[in-house]
C-alpha cells in the first residue's frame, strides 16, 4: 500500500458505487481528530481495494501502525486509542491475520468528513 504516501494532493477517484474518495495527504491537518484522521484513512484503502478489485471491507496488515501513525501526524498512543474508539463503536474489528474489517463503511465515511469537533458519531450498523 505504498502508493498512499504517493498520492498527489489534488487527486481525486470514484469508486464503484460512486463514492468519491480524497486521499488522506490533501486533507489531513492538525486540528482534526485522530479518529477522523484515521477514518479517511480507512475510506482512502477501501476505495483503493474497489479500483484493484479486491475486498473494500478488508484492509490488509501490510501497512505498518507506525508508517500509519507517521501519515495520519499521530503518535502511537494516539493511533492505539483511534482505533479502539473505531472498534468500540462498531465501525471496524481487528481479523486474525492483523487487518482490519470495515463494519460500517457509510459511518467510517461520515467520521472521515465531520468537523473536528471532538464528537464520536455512533455506528450504524445494526446486529443481524
Known amino acids: 500500500m ?5 498520492v498527489q494532493p489534488n487527486e481525486t477517484r470514484v469508486t464503484s458505487d460512486g463514492a468519491t474518495v480524497m486521499p488522506p495527504a490533501s486533507v489531513f ?8 484522521r484515521l477514518s479517511l484513512l480507512l475510506v482512502y484503502v477501501a476505495g483503493q481495494n474497489v479500483l484493484k478489485g479486491r475486498d473494500a471491507s ?5 501497512l505498518p501502525c507506525g ?22 463503536s462498531g465501525h471496524i474489528q481487528s481479523m486474525a491475520d492483523g487487518g482490519l474489517k470495515l463494519l460500517d463503511l457509510a459511518g467510517l465515511r461520515r467520521l472521515a468528513f465531520q468537523s473536528a469537533n471532538g464528537s464520536v458519531i455512533p455506528s450504524t450498523r445494526h446486529a443481524a
Open 2 to 6: 505504498s502508493e498512499l504516501l504517493n
Open 29 to 36: 491537518t492538525e486540528t482534526a481528530d485522530a479518529v477522523s
Open 67 to 88: 508508517v500509519v501513525a507517521r501519515l495520519l501526524r499521530l503518535d502511537m498512543d494516539e493511533l492505539e486509542i483511534a482505533i479502539g474508539r473505531l472498534g468500540a
Open 58 to 62: 478488508v484492509i490488509s496488515q501490510d
